[in-house]
């Protein structure tokens, strides 16, 4: 399963990632409004609270996570392409400096 998730292109790796983080939202607020309020839930009623306090916190913190990763890989891409059209080649040829931009290799 990780393999296929992997595979694919970061645009449904983020996808993914956002769809699991709202299914641990709701499993979290299960959690709290559901097992956290039973009159004698098994291990005590601070543990369900924690739990589905920590679950939705995560899932939370997962989907703004992603969507950051999602904004820099886009930037960093637009600032790599940017670089590469202002880069200028300097060829050396018989001690004379001759300026190359990548209009004139076209």
């Given at each position: 399963m990780i393999k296929y998730i992997m595979s694919r292109k970061i645009n449904e790796r983020g996808l993914i990632g956002i769809g699991l983080c709202i299914v641990v939202f709701f499993v979290g607020q299960y959690v709290l409004n559901h097992l956290s309020t039973m009159?004698?839930?098994?291990?005590?009623?601070?543990?369900?609270?924690?739990?589905?306090?920590?679950?939705?916190?995560?899932?939370?913190?997962?989907?703004?996570?992603?969507?950051?990763?999602?904004?820099?890989?886009?930037?960093?891409?637009?600032?790599?392409?940017?670089?590469?059209?202002?880069?200028?080649?300097?060829?050396?040829?018989?001690g004379k400096t001759k300026q190359v931009t990548d209009s004139d290799l076209e």
């Open positions: 009159e004698h839930p098994p291990m005590g009623n601070t543990i369900w609270i924690i739990l589905g306090s920590t679950l939705v916190f995560t899932s939370a913190l997962g989907v703004v996570l992603i969507l950051k990763y999602l904004y820099d890989t886009k930037k960093r891409k637009e600032r790599r392409e940017r670089k590469r059209k202002s880069h200028k080649l300097y060829y050396l040829k018989n």
